[in-house]
């Protein structure tokens, strides 16, 4: 999933690139038919495999591996590119600071917002839920408080979608139900090769 926002003008191309940051490298893969133009573009969503007209192979899984691809988003004004960022394994990008001789996460900041992630998983369901269902979710919280974007993409859930809320709850602990995201998210399905359902979500800002 690639979410792009505040582009000098409409997006003319995207790629993965091969290279190390602070280095160019070639395309080794068109990512420009996955962004959508009915979203104007904002939002990518899609699969590089084998069956891909330029199929995934070892190689490249080694490149993400070592960190040796970076997309590349380009518009009319930058034609060599507008956007660019190297791929990470985990949240590598996150930095910490020390307080009170421990280490916590350092405020992110992006557009003047500050920006969280987390990863979803079952176990953190209370009680625990088994099934193998994941996601990963992006917050951006705008920089006067006011409105909140989220992105989201989760996988294998154990059967049909039926909600989404956000709660009020510290980790291990059940909350109140803040905001209902049921009725207002775009939801894109697509089928794997080897039948995993894929859900996107793009929730607009809710202010």
């Given at each position: 999933?690639?979410v792009?926002?505040?582009?000098s003008?409409?997006?003319?191309?995207?790629?993965?690139h091969?290279?190390?940051?602070?280095?160019?490298?070639g395309?080794?893969?068109?990512?420009t038919?996955?962004?959508?133009?009915?979203?104007?573009?904002?939002?990518?969503f899609?699969?590089?495999?084998a069956?891909?007209?330029?199929?995934?192979?070892?190689?490249?899984?080694?490149?993400?591996?070592?960190e040796?691809?970076y997309?590349n988003?380009?518009?009319?004004?930058?034609?060599?590119?507008?956007?660019?960022?190297?791929?990470?394994?985990?949240?590598?990008?996150?930095?910490?600071?020390?307080?009170?001789?421990g280490?916590i996460p350092k405020?992110?900041t992006y557009?003047g917002?500050?920006?969280?992630?987390?990863?979803?998983?079952?176990?953190?369901?209370?009680?625990?839920?088994?099934?193998d269902?994941?996601?990963v979710?992006?917050?951006?919280?705008?920089?006067?408080?006011t409105?909140?974007t989220?992105n989201?993409?989760?996988a294998?859930?154990?059967?049909?979608?039926?909600?989404a809320?956000i709660?009020?709850?510290?980790?291990?602990?059940?909350?109140?139900?803040?905001?209902?995201?049921?009725a207002i998210?775009?939801v894109?399905?697509?089928?794997?090769?080897?039948?995993?359902?894929?859900?996107?979500?793009h929730?607009?800002?809710?202010r």
């Open positions: 999933m690639i792009v926002d505040n582009l003008g409409p997006l003319t191309g995207a790629h993965f091969n290279a190390s940051a602070g280095s160019n490298g395309v080794v893969f068109n990512l038919p996955s962004f959508n133009a009915v979203n104007n573009y904002d939002g990518a899609g699969y590089w495999n069956n891909s007209t330029t199929a995934f192979a070892t190689s490249n899984s080694v490149q993400f591996r070592n040796e691809i997309i988003i380009h518009t009319q004004a930058y034609a060599g590119g507008e956007l660019r960022g190297n791929t990470n394994r985990g949240f590598t990008d996150f930095a910490f600071e020390e307080i009170d001789n280490k405020d992110i557009g917002g500050l920006l969280y992630t987390a990863r979803m998983t079952g176990v953190q369901e209370v009680p625990a839920a088994t099934a269902a994941s996601g979710i992006g917050v951006l919280v705008s920089a006067d408080g409105s909140l989220l989201a993409t989760f294998d859930l154990g059967s049909k979608f039926t909600g809320h709660h009020e709850g510290a980790a291990g602990s059940n909350g109140s139900l803040v905001v209902n995201l049921t998210f775009v894109t399905k697509s089928l794997e090769p080897w039948l995993r359902l894929k859900y996107l979500l929730l607009w800002p809710i």
